[in-house]
């Protein structure tokens, strides 16, 4: 009876290791994949926060969640109006600063993001 109690957490000790392993990899493996100057909207939020960018340089806003998103400048200065779930829009930053976003449907959610152009 003791060894099937060893080997059962053994067995639960193992399952636990390998799905660690797998969460790992899909979060790492998404940002691996992710093209440089894109913000990913997923779980509500713009992924990453901060992009810093060189003056002329275009920003790629790809929508990964399943529900609608925008990137609008709290300023005005641009508006992408609704991203649908898979997919993107661009948006050209030619002159240095820094600039606030939102996202206009999930601001309350803490969707906010700001691109620094240098």
């Known amino acids: 009876m003791k060894r099937t109690k060893i080997s059962s957490l053994a067995t639960e000790a193992f399952l636990l290791a390998i799905m660690t392993i797998v ?16 913000v990913t909207m997923s779980g509500s939020q713009f992924h990453p926060k901060t992009l810093t960018i060189t003056k002329g340089t275009e920003v790629t806003w790809l929508n990964d969640d399943g529900v609608t998103h925008t990137s609008t400048s709290d300023k005005g200065i641009w508006d992408t109006k609704d991203i649908e779930a898979g997919k993107s ?30």
């Open 89 to 118: 829009k661009k948006i050209p930053f030619n002159t240095v600063g820094t600039f606030t976003y939102v996202c206009i449907y999930h601001s309350n959610m803490g969707m906010v993001g700001t691109i620094i152009v240098q």
């Open 23 to 38: 969460i790992s990899s899909c979060s790492s493996s998404t940002n691996a994949t992710t093209p440089p100057n894109t």
